[in-house]
C-alpha cells in the first residue's frame, strides 16, 4: 500500500480536561494529551497508568473459579497428587507452562509438562491426552492458554476419573463452558474481574498472586516476556506487569534467558517491548512452529546453563529456517494476490495452497495486512483438510467473522485481530464467500485506506531532550498504548534526501526557529518528492541520535505530505 495514500487523524486537543489532569498531577500538558487521547481522563486514572505500581493489581479472587481452583491445586499439594501443566505452544502458553511449573516446584508439587506438537496434534487439547494423562498417574490437569471451548477432551479427561482445571483468555463459545472443576478466563460472560485484557501467562500470575499472597518480582520476567509476545493491550494489569517486568528480563536469574538474551545480541541492553517482540519472542515461537515448543519450554526452565546455551542455539537455527520459509510463502501468497484481479479486490483476502508450512502462516498472513491493509487468511492444505491462520485490521473482529462462518469451519478459535481455523479443502471457496459477504456489512471502504492516528500537532521549537525524556513516562508502549505521534506542519526542507541502505531517507526539516534531521525507514520512496526547499507537513515519533557524538533530538517519520514544492 502505497505510503501517500495515509489519511491522518489527529486527536482533538482537550484544554479543560488536560488543565485538570495538570493541575492534579503537576505534569507537562503534551502528557495529559497523550493520556486523554488513550482515553485515561481522571487524574486517578492518569496516576495509576504512570505509576504502574505492583499494589494496583486486583484482588485475584475476584476472578470467577480462583477459590475453586486454589482450593483444587491445595489438596494435590496435600495429598501429593501429580499434577499435569497442558500447554499452548506459542510464546504466551510457553510462558505459562513455565511460570506454573515454577509455582509449583515452590509448592513441592510433582509436576509433568505437556505441549502439542503443531503440525502432528494442532492447537489445544485433543482426545489422546486423556489416557496419557492416566498412564502418568495423573491426578490434576491444568491447561494454560488453551481450553475454554475444548468440551469433547476435557470430558474424556473427567471420565479418566482427572480433574481438570482450564487458564485462558480466548474467548469462550457464548455461554457455553466446558466441564471442568474450575475455569478461569476474565472473557466467560459471567466474570466480573474488572480486567478482561490478560494474556495466560497474566493468569497463572494471578493464581501465584492468590496462592502465595504476592507474585515473586523474579518472575516478572516471564510474565512481561509472555504478556508483550501474545500482544495483549498494555494497559491495566499488563501495563504493571510489563513495565516491572522489562528491569527482570535486563537482570534474569534464569540461565535459558541469560542464554537467549547472549545468543539474540541483546545482552546488557535496556529491555524494551521491541526487543520481545521482534526478537525474543519470534526465536521462542520458531521451535513451535518448526519443530515442538517443548525446547523453548526446556530453555525457560533450564537451571544448566551449557545446556541453556545448547538450547537458545538449537532456537537461533530454527529461527533462521523459519525466516527462510516465511519469505517463501510470502512470495508465493503475495504472486497468487497480483495474478487474481477478484482476490485482489475481494474486502477479506484468503489465499490457500498445499503444502505451506504450518508454523509460518499466521506471519504470512500479517504481512500480507501490512499490503493490502485487509483482513486475511492464509490456509495450507492436507489431506484434504485446511489448516489457517487470519490476522485483521482495526474495526473488523475476526472471531466473530468466523463465528459467523462456523457452518463451513471444522473449528475455530482467536481474538478480535487473529484467530485460527480449520475446514474442509471443499469448502474453502465456501469459507471465502460466506465470510466476504459477512465483511460487506462489517467493513466500509474506508477501512482499506491506511489511517495514522496522530496524538497532536507542535511545533518544532518545543522540541528537546528533556521533552523526549519526559514522555518517556508513558513507556512501556505496545498494543492499546502506541509510540506517540506527532505533526508539525508548514516546515523548510533544509538539505536534499539521502538515500540510506536500501530504502531509508534522511533529510533535515526546520520550522526557521530549529532545525532536525528526519530518518524514514522504508521510505525511499519518497526521496523523488523532498526537495531541498520545499515546503512539508511530516508526521513522526521522537527518538535521538546519539552514534558517535553527544544525543540530539531526531525526527522517525512515519508519513509526509507535500505543501509546496520547490518553484
Request: aromatic share 6%.
Amino acid at each position: 500500500m502505497d505510503l501517500l495514500t495515509k489519511r491522518w487523524i489527529i486527536q482533538p486537543s482537550n484544554a479543560l480536561l488536560q488543565k485538570t489532569i495538570c493541575d492534579a498531577l503537576n505534569i507537562h500538558p503534551i502528557i495529559a494529551q497523550l493520556l486523554i487521547n488513550r482515553q485515561i481522563t481522571s487524574p486517578s486514572q492518569a496516576s495509576s497508568f504512570l505509576s504502574a505500581e505492583m499494589s494496583f493489581l486486583f484482588n485475584p479472587f475476584l476472578l470467577t473459579d480462583m477459590d475453586r481452583a486454589v482450593a483444587r491445586i491445595e489438596q494435590a499439594q496435600k495429598k501429593s497428587e501429580k499434577i499435569l501443566i497442558y500447554g499452548d505452544y506459542d510464546v504466551d502458553g510457553v510462558t505459562s507452562s513455565a511460570l506454573l511449573r515454577r509455582l509449583f516446584n515452590r509448592l513441592g508439587i510433582q509436576t509433568v509438562n505437556y505441549i502439542p506438537h503443531r503440525m502432528e496434534e494442532g492447537y489445544g487439547l485433543n482426545q489422546e491426552i486423556a489416557p496419557f494423562a492416566k498412564s502418568q498417574g495423573i491426578h490434576l490437569l491444568i491447561t494454560v492458554d488453551c481450553g475454554i471451548n475444548a468440551f469433547g477432551p476435557i470430558e474424556a479427561i473427567n471420565a479418566a476419573g482427572i480433574d481438570v482445571i482450564v487458564i485462558d483468555h480466548h474467548e469462550p463459545d457464548g455461554h457455553k463452558l466446558p466441564a471442568a472443576f474450575a475455569v478461569i478466563d476474565p472473557k466467560r460472560t459471567d466474570c466480573l474481574y474488572p480486567f478482561k485484557h490478560l494474556s495466560a501467562v497474566g493468569l497463572v500470575a494471578k493464581l501465584m498472586q492468590a496462592i502465595l499472597g504476592h507474585i515473586p518480582l523474579e518472575d516478572l520476567d516471564l510474565v512481561a516476556l509472555g504478556t508483550v509476545a501474545d500482544v495483549v493491550p498494555l494497559r491495566g494489569e499488563n501495563r504493571i506487569f510489563v513495565k516491572n517486568g522489562l528491569p527482570f528480563i535486563e537482570k534474569t536469574n534464569k540461565p535459558g534467558l541469560q542464554a537467549l538474551l547472549e545468543v539474540a545480541k541483546i545482552a546488557g541492553k535496556k529491555m524494551k517491548p521491541y526487543y520481545i517482540g521482534f526478537i525474543l519472542g519470534p526465536r521462542l515461537n520458531a521451535a513451535g512452529r518448526m519443530d515442538s515448543a517443548t525446547i523453548s519450554l526446556d530453555l525457560l526452565l533450564s537451571e544448566v546453563p551449557s545446556e541453556a546455551y545448547a538450547l537458545a542455539n538449537s532456537l537461533e537455527a530454527h529461527n533462521l529456517t523459519r525466516q527462510k520459509m516465511q519469505s517463501e510463502v510470502v512470495e508465493e501468497a503475495m504472486s497468487m494476490i497480483e495474478a487474481d484481479e477478484i482476490l485482489k479486490a475481494q474486502a477479506i483476502i484468503v489465499v490457500a495452497k498445499p503444502g505451506w508450512h504450518k508454523g509460518v502462516l499466521g506471519i504470512v498472513a500479517s504481512r500480507i495486512v501490512d499490503k493490502y491493509n485487509r483482513p486475511t487468511v492464509v490456509i495450507s492444505i492436507e489431506d484434504g483438510v485446511g489448516t489457517g491462520s487470519a490476522r485483521s485490521v482495526d474495526g473488523f473482529h475476526l472471531h466473530e467473522a468466523l463465528t459467523s462462518c462456523a457452518a463451513v469451519l471444522e473449528n475455530y478459535g482467536g481474538h478480535k485481530r487473529a484467530a485460527g481455523l480449520r475446514l474442509k479443502h471443499d469448502n474453502i471457496d465456501n469459507f471465502r464467500q460466506a465470510i466476504n459477504d459477512y465483511a460487506q456489512a462489517a467493513l466500509g471502504q474506508e477501512k482499506f485506506i491506511p489511517s495514522l492516528q496522530i496524538d497532536g500537532e507542535i511545533p518544532l521549537s518545543v522540541l528537546d531532550l528533556s521533552l523526549i525524556e519526559t514522555i518517556g513516562s508513558m513507556e512501556p508502549y505496545g498494543e492499546g498504548n502506541p509510540t506517540p505521534v506527532f505533526c508539525s506542519r508548514n516546515l523548510i526542507v533544509k538539505s536534499p534526501p539521502m538515500l540510506m541502505g536500501k530504502d531509508t531517507i534522511k533529510f533535515w526539516v526546520s520550522d526557521g526557529d530549529k532545525a532536525f534531521s528526519a530518518v524514514g525507514f522504508g521510505m525511499g520512496s519518497f526521496k523523488d518528492m523532498v526537495k531541498l526547499g520545499a515546503q512539508v507537513d511530516i508526521a513522526y515519533t521522537l527518538g535521538i541520535d546519539d552514534w558517535n557524538k553527544a544525543p540530539v533530538v531526531q525526527l522517525m517519520l512515519k508519513d509526509i505530505k507535500e505543501v509546496k514544492p520547490l518553484e
